[in-house]
């Protein structure tokens, strides 16, 4: 599970980075400031999370914020910020754009609980309704595990198909896509995983736009669904039960 904390300010960033690995079990990835890290999330760096500093140079943390909530791969994505000066006017706008929580400095071990927290509503977000879908298949937990691990490898390796075929623009294979997307689609709908259902839909209409020569969307598509794929493929690192209480 990759965290990348943003801060322009070293030590700041080495309490923040400590925060994180007791909150998780490991060290974060980080960045110097909100240029930094977006270069780094938008040249496909997947994370579960960002801790970004509020005041920083040539990209703050509202700026930051904004511009992943504006691009599709990255509206769902949890965020949280770090400030010494939390005034009403910048939380105020944070939450207007889709923050999911603060920390505040000196950062003090309530932080931990409040990373923790952010984490796990992530997580269940991911498999919504995952009980019902256990009552619907008729498969204990330890079944449906397996389920999600299978979801997660076919899904990868349907990623790479349709990488493939975009390199080559091979329209016949597209066509032949569209089917096992689908599937996977229909598979997603019945474990629960909502969101990763809508990825799907938007590369499945990506790939019909291929076919009719309008192939900009598609891209963004395949690399919103292999950000997903991660996340759920992080699902795996803690015990079912845990997740889903």
């Given at each position: ?154 899904g990868q390796s349907l990623a790479d198909r349709i990488?493939?075929?975009?390199q080559a623009e091979s329209e016949a294979v597209f ?71």
């Amino acid at each position: 599970m990759n965290i990348l904390v943003v801060d322009d300010e070293a030590v700041s960033r080495q309490a923040v980075s400590e925060i994180v690995e007791a909150a998780t079990g490991r060290a974060p990835s980080t960045a110097e400031d909100g240029l930094a890290a977006w270069e780094r999330l938008d040249g496909g760096e997947p994370v579960v999370m960002v801790l970004s500093d509020i005041r920083m140079p040539r990209m703050d943390g509202l700026e930051l914020l904004a511009r992943l909530r504006g691009d599709r791969r990255f509206e769902h994505l949890p965020v949280m910020l770090i400030s010494s000066a939390a005034d009403r006017s910048t939380v105020q706008n944070a939450v207007r754009t889709g923050v999911q929580g603060f920390v505040l400095k000196p950062a003090t071990l309530d932080a931990v609980d409040r990373v923790r927290h952010v984490i796990d509503q992530f997580r269940r977000s991911l498999l919504d309704g995952s009980r019902e879908a256990m009552q619907r298949l008729g498969v204990d937990e330890g079944r449906f595990r397996a389920y999600v691990d299978a979801l997660v490898t076919q899904g990868q390796s349907l990623a790479d198909r349709i990488a493939e075929a975009l390199q080559a623009e091979s329209e016949a294979v597209f066509k032949e896509l569209v089917a096992a997307v689908h599937n996977q689609r229909m598979a997603a709908v019945t474990m629960g995983a909502r969101r990763l259902e809508q990825v799907l839909g938007a590369v499945e209409s990506g790939l019909h736009g291929f076919a009719q020569k309008d192939r900009s969307a598609l891209p963004a598509s395949l690399a919103c669904y292999r950000l997903n794929l991660y996340w759920l493929q992080c699902m795996r690192e803690r015990p079912l039960d845990e997740q889903l209480k």
